[in-house]
């Protein structure tokens, strides 16, 4: 341990003040702030991970900041790691698609430690990231191909009605009844694409 003073010239008089009669400097750590903060963001997650001196790692905790990239940081989100590995996840759900965020990271010793005590080291650089924005195509492309997969079916299936329709109604009126079926024909396709629309 230390003992820590502080001497001056006040009023012509030299002083002494004790600041700190048993200093620890294990127990008055402030940390290099984490490095090479870096983010990668798939379509489930955002993974967010960084660096610190391997014989600490097992000692940090970490504390992680986040917001839209356009807003203060006084409104930033804050997360806390659920381990003491330098990296953390935020789920897809917290982000919204297609607006940029950014995040940065600090560090202290963990309230765990017996043997060292810090306080909070000064925020790290920041990664910037982005969620992807769902295309609004996809419900179109869907509707295509749902589309394509009962259209085939139900002409055939019209085309049978009608051909059975036809050959049952010739006793009666050929030159009426095909016009007849025609127009109904054309009704039930017309019916069919409003549907899968």
Known sequence: GYRVSLQGNFFGRNHTYITFPEYNPRRHIKLDPPLNIQSNVTASKCRIWWSVPWYLVEILQYELQYKEYSTSWEIALNKTPPSSLPQIEIEATELRSGIAYIARVRCKV??????????????????????AGVPKLSEKILNTRTMQFLFIPLSFGTLLYLFWS???????????TFPRQLLSFSHSIICTMGILR
């Open 110 to 131: 963990s309230e765990n430690e017996d043997s060292y005590h810090s306080q909070w080291s000064e925020w790290s650089q920041t990664t910037v990231f982005q969620r």
């Open 166 to 176: 036809c050959k049952l109604s010739q006793k009666a009126s050929p030159a009426l």
